[in-house]
């Protein structure tokens, strides 16, 4: 299958992405956690380095630039299981100045397009409870809740 938006990131890529992720990934961790351990730059870098044990080379892994109109407006990162029969989204993250026209949607149908070609048959994903938007879309593609993680501040 020949994947219209997705294009498969190279090593170079591949290095500023997980350098971008890992930064976004703190601020998240730093307002959504409230541990008091390491600093959240720390624990996105290890989170990240836990999953990603060989970086590009992890086997499963995936990575694209997310690339519409000729623009690169934001990235993918998936595992596949074939073994399994399953992926993960780690990460759909659209630049700020593309939101909102419709490219999250048709980005996700693509991926579920592609993994149906690998015959998968299960598309996992996590969002955080305050990504309001992003749980309507993936509501709107026919994704269910699996579980729900809560907390307290004391």
Known sequence: MKLKLLVKMN???FEE?????????AETLASHTYEITESA????????????????YTKQHE???I??????????WIKIDE??????????????QFRSNGIGTMVMNEIQEYLSCKEIQYFKLHVFGTNVKAIKL??????????INMYKKI
Not at 67 to 76: F, K
Not at 138 to 147: I, M
Request: with cysteine; charged share 30%; aromatic share 22%.
């Open 67 to 76: 690339v519409y109109n000729s623009e690169d407006c934001g990235y993918v």
């Open 63 to 65: 990575f694209y630039k």
């Open 138 to 147: 993936y509501e709107t593609l026919g994704f269910e809740v699996a579980g």
């Open 11 to 13: 090593e170079t890529e």
């Open 83 to 96: 073994e399994k029969k399953s992926a993960f989204l780690y990460e759909i993250f659209i630049f700020d």
């Open 41 to 56: 730059d720390i624990r996105a870098k290890k989170s990240i380095q836990q999953y990603l044990p060989n970086g590009f």
């Open 17 to 25: 992405y997980i350098g971008d992720k890992e930064k976004r990934y």
